[in-house]
């Protein structure tokens, strides 16, 4: 395993004590709003600093983004290295008992990703990468699926909750989804998402408007398990956009082509 890659792994396992405590009494959690529907509790800030820490500990100079306290840069000046951090994706399902989220690290290189994690805390499952090394789940290599056909493909998404702009546009793909494949899924965690599609739990996924810290980690692991992931004109400009189309190679395709016959104006790549 990469040696930065160790260094995720250990902040991943100290985030998620801080995470499995908290789940035991989430009726006294704090939770405020930071927009409609987007919420933060004490636990996404604890769970954040923790990470933080164990991170900065190993390497100062690294740059970092974080979902909760923004984009910091390391000790040393212009790191062509960052960390891209969500402590706790999936927070309204956390705040709710639903066991459904996530601790997602990526980091990049030059804006390239380069080392990915997803921890899956109620379950114990490490979804790990390293660029042109491979994905694994607790060690174990995975693959995405040899799905063939939209008509056979269990799909992932996620609803519009913050920005409602595109809703009529997504609401016409979800229909004709919904029609063609062997059906759809809407779990509420997109780096968890993305990881199933690494596994072969789901052979795609789209969503609109996600940030980078949804998708950094969950994006690697998809390529480096043989999937393909864009925005939705083919492009790589996803991880700015936050317009994302991954899956099997013949499945993303198929996908990409049903989205694109809805794409307007305002919702372009």
């Not at 400009?237 to 104006?265: E, H």
């Amino acid at each position: 395993m990469h040696p930065a890659l160790n260094i995720m792994v250990k902040a991943a396992r100290a985030a998620s004590k801080i995470i499995n405590r908290a789940s035991q009494d989430i009726e006294h959690l704090k939770i405020s709003t930071k927009q409609q529907n987007d919420y933060v509790t004490e636990v996404d800030k604890a769970a954040e600093a923790a990470i933080i820490q164990v991170l900065r500990e190993a390497y100062p100079d690294y740059g970092i983004l974080a979902e909760e306290s923004g984009q910091t840069v390391g000790e040393g000046e212009g790191s062509d290295y960052q960390w891209i951090i969500d402590p706790l994706d999936g927070t309204t399902n956390f705040i709710h008992g639903f066991p459904q989220y996530a601790v997602s690290i990526g980091l990049t290189y030059k804006g390239q990703l380069n080392q990915a994690l997803v921890y899956d805390t109620t379950r114990n499952e490490m979804f790990t990468a390293s660029k042109g090394g491979g994905a694994f789940l607790n060690e174990r290599r995975i693959r995405v699926t040899k799905c063939l056909k939209l008509e056979d493909a269990l799909l992932g998404t996620g609803f519009p909750y913050r920005v409602f702009e595109h809703s009529d546009a997504y609401m016409k793909i979800f229909k004709e989804f919904t029609q063609r494949t062997s059906g759809m899924r809407r779990p509420g965690a997109a780096s968890l998402d993305l990881a199933y599609v690494a596994c072969g739990r789901l052979d795609g996924f789209w969503e609109f408007g996600l940030a980078p810290w949804d998708i950094a980690a969950g994006c690697l692991l998809i390529t480096e398990a043989g999937g393909l992931v864009s925005d939705l004109s083919g492009g790589e400009s996803y991880m700015k956009t936050g317009n994302l189309i991954a899956g099997t190679p013949k499945i993303f395709a198929q996908i990409l082509q049903v989205i694109d016959g809805y794409r307007t104006p305002a919702l372009q790549a």
